[in-house]
């Protein structure tokens, strides 16, 4: 069976975890895109390569499509410096550790459904990371009023209503183009 990073694959009574398979509350995701296979009790994934053309150390412009208490999936738009768009179901993961240097407490504290991001992918199967200065955030809007954010500190402040939001923003937050 394909799955993609996110997926579903079944409860920790199941199964136990093994190579590229994440779990949270009891629940087994996919950490890699691949193949899941089931060997004795343990489920894993078996990475193949479905995107050649980004690597590890690339740095990807995607938006947030999905958010779980301690990860984040994100839907690749494009790698930084390639106008090609990238099929619509190449997906990362970003996992709540790498969003900070610091503790964050939620994965809302970092990223949030539907803002655009800028990350740098760590490994060959688009685990990503936001930590460093220039990464994270790039634009995102209001809960509240859906207005685009602007850059306030380390924080974001809504023009419209004042609603002040809690993000990993990026140095590059609301230059230039997504
Ligand atoms: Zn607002």
Avoid at 26 to 51: R, S
Avoid at 114 to 131: P, Q, T
Wanted: net charge neutral.
């Amino acid at each position: 069976m394909m799955v993609f990073p996110g997926d579903f694959l079944g409860y920790a009574e199941e199964y136990i975890p093994g190579y590229g398979v994440y779990e949270e509350d009891g629940k087994l995701f996919a950490a890699a895109a691949g193949k899941a296979v089931v060997e004795d009790k343990t489920i894993k994934v078996i990475p193949v390569k479905t995107i050649p053309e980004i690597e590890k150390n690339d740095v990807i412009i995607g938006r947030v499509v999905d958010t779980r208490s301690s990860f984040a999936m994100v839907e690749i738009a494009r790698k930084e410096g390639s106008e090609r768009a990238l099929r619509h179901y190449d997906r990362g993961f970003l996992h709540i550790s790498n969003m900070s240097d610091g503790y964050l407490k939620n994965v809302e504290d970092g990223v949030r459904y539907m803002d655009i991001i800028r990350a740098r992918v760590i490994d060959s199967n688009l685990k990503l990371s936001i930590k460093e200065r220039e990464m994270g955030v790039i634009r995102a809007i209001c809960e509240k009023c859906g207005t685009p954010l602007q850059k306030m500190k380390d924080k974001l402040k809504c023009p419209e209503c004042g609603n002040v939001e809690k993000r990993k923003v990026s140095e590059y937050y609301g230059r230039g183009e997504w």
